[in-house]
C-alpha cells in the first residue's frame, strides 16, 4: 500500500491561524467559543509537531493564551449585573486584537491588488538633454522665448496664396538661344534649364527645342543612345 502526505497549511503567526479557524467553522469574532477554538488551535500545533515542523514560540504563546482565557471563563463568576459582566469578560482583549488583524489583512490586500496595477506601468525618470548649439553671450533661452512670443503675438493671422512662375514657350526660346550665344553656339540640352528646375519649365524646355528645330534655328546630335544631347546654333 503507498503511503499518502498531508498537506498543513502555513501561517505568517498565531493570529493568522486563529483568524483562519474562526472563518473555516463560521464563528461570531465578538461572541467566541473559547474552549472550542483553544482545542482546535492545540490540534494545529500537534500536528505540526508530528511533522517534525518548528513551532515558533509566538505560537506557543498564543496557545498559553488561550488556556488561560478557557481556565478563567470556566472559574465561576460572583453575581453581577449584566454591564459589569461584559466590561471583564476575558475574551475581550483577544477579540479586538483580532478585529485589528483583519483590518490591516483587508488593507493589505487592497495595497497588494493596487502594487499589481502599478506593475503594470513603467516610469521613467526625467532626463537632461544637453544643447547641441550653443547660445550667444549674454542670451538666454528665456529672451529667446520672449522674443519668439513677441513675435507669435504681434503676427497678423492671415495668408497669402503665391502663383507659380509661368514660363512660356517664347520665353524659353529666347533662353535658349541666349545661352547658345553665351557659350560659342554649342550648349548641352540639360542646361537649359536653369530658372526653376521645375517640371513646368522642363516642358517649356522641350517645346521650345522643338520649335527652334523646325524654324532651323538650332542643331542637334546625339554621339550615341543614352548619351547627352548637344544643341549646335545656326546663326
Same mark, same amino acid.
Request: aromatic residues 8%; without cysteine.
Given at each position: 500500500?503507498?503511503?499518502?502526505?498531508?498537506?498543513?497549511?502555513?501561517?505568517?503567526?498565531?493570529?493568522?491561524?486563529?483568524?483562519?479557524?474562526?472563518?473555516?467553522?463560521?464563528?461570531?469574532?465578538?461572541n @467566541?467559543?473559547? +474552549?472550542?477554538?483553544?482545542g482546535?488551535y !492545540?490540534?494545529?500545533?500537534?500536528?505540526?509537531?508530528?511533522?517534525?515542523?518548528?513551532?515558533?514560540?509566538?505560537?506557543?504563546?498564543?496557545a498559553a493564551?488561550l488556556?488561560?482565557i478557557?481556565?478563567?471563563?470556566?472559574?465561576?463568576?460572583?453575581?453581577?449585573?449584566?454591564?459589569?459582566?461584559?466590561?471583564?469578560?476575558?475574551?475581550?482583549?483577544?477579540?479586538?486584537r483580532?478585529?485589528e488583524?483583519?483590518?490591516?489583512k483587508? @488593507?493589505?490586500e487592497?495595497?497588494?491588488q493596487?502594487?499589481?496595477?502599478?506593475?503594470k506601468?513603467?516610469?521613467?525618470? /526625467?532626463?537632461?538633454?544637453?544643447?547641441?548649439?550653443?547660445? /550667444?553671450?549674454?542670451?538666454?533661452?528665456?529672451?529667446?522665448?520672449?522674443?519668439?512670443?513677441a !513675435?507669435?503675438?504681434?503676427?497678423?493671422?492671415?495668408?497669402?496664396?503665391?502663383?507659380?512662375?509661368?514660363?512660356?514657350?517664347k520665353?524659353?526660346?529666347h533662353?535658349? @538661344?541666349?545661352?547658345?550665344?553665351?557659350?560659342?553656339?554649342?550648349?548641352?540640352?540639360?542646361?537649359?534649364? @536653369?530658372?526653376?528646375?521645375?517640371?513646368?519649365?522642363?516642358?517649356?524646355?522641350?517645346?521650345?527645342?522643338?520649335e527652334?528645330?523646325r524654324?532651323?534655328?538650332?542643331?542637334?546630335?546625339?554621339?550615341?543612345?543614352? +548619351?547627352?544631347?548637344?544643341?549646335?546654333?545656326?546663326e
Open positions: 500500500m503507498s503511503g499518502y502526505t498531508i498537506k498543513l497549511e502555513t501561517f505568517e503567526g498565531p493570529l493568522a491561524l486563529l483568524m483562519h479557524l474562526i472563518e473555516k467553522h463560521q464563528i461570531d469574532i465578538y @467566541i467559543p473559547i +474552549a472550542e477554538v483553544t482546535q !492545540l490540534d494545529y500545533l500537534t500536528a505540526m509537531e508530528e511533522f517534525n515542523i518548528e513551532v515558533a514560540s509566538e505560537f506557543l504563546v498564543m493564551t488556556l488561560q478557557k481556565s478563567r471563563m470556566l472559574l465561576p463568576r460572583p453575581v453581577i449585573s449584566d454591564a459589569v459582566a461584559d466590561e471583564i469578560d476575558p475574551r475581550q482583549e483577544l477579540v479586538e483580532l478585529i488583524y483583519r483590518r490591516f483587508q @488593507i493589505s487592497v495595497l497588494e493596487f502594487s499589481g496595477e502599478r506593475d506601468y513603467f516610469t521613467r525618470l /526625467p532626463q537632461e538633454f544637453a544643447h547641441q548649439f550653443s547660445l /550667444p553671450e549674454g542670451l538666454s533661452l528665456d529672451d529667446l522665448l520672449k522674443a519668439f512670443a !513675435l507669435w503675438e504681434s503676427a497678423v493671422p492671415d495668408f497669402a496664396v503665391i502663383a507659380p512662375e509661368e514660363i512660356s514657350v520665353d524659353k526660346m533662353d535658349i @538661344i541666349t545661352l547658345l550665344r553665351s557659350n560659342n553656339g554649342r550648349l548641352e540640352f540639360s542646361k537649359t534649364i @536653369i530658372r526653376t528646375g521645375s517640371r513646368n519649365e522642363a516642358i517649356a524646355a522641350f517645346l521650345a527645342l522643338l527652334l528645330i524654324l532651323k534655328r538650332i542643331s542637334i546630335h546625339q554621339e550615341q543612345p543614352f +548619351a547627352p544631347i548637344h544643341l549646335t546654333l545656326k
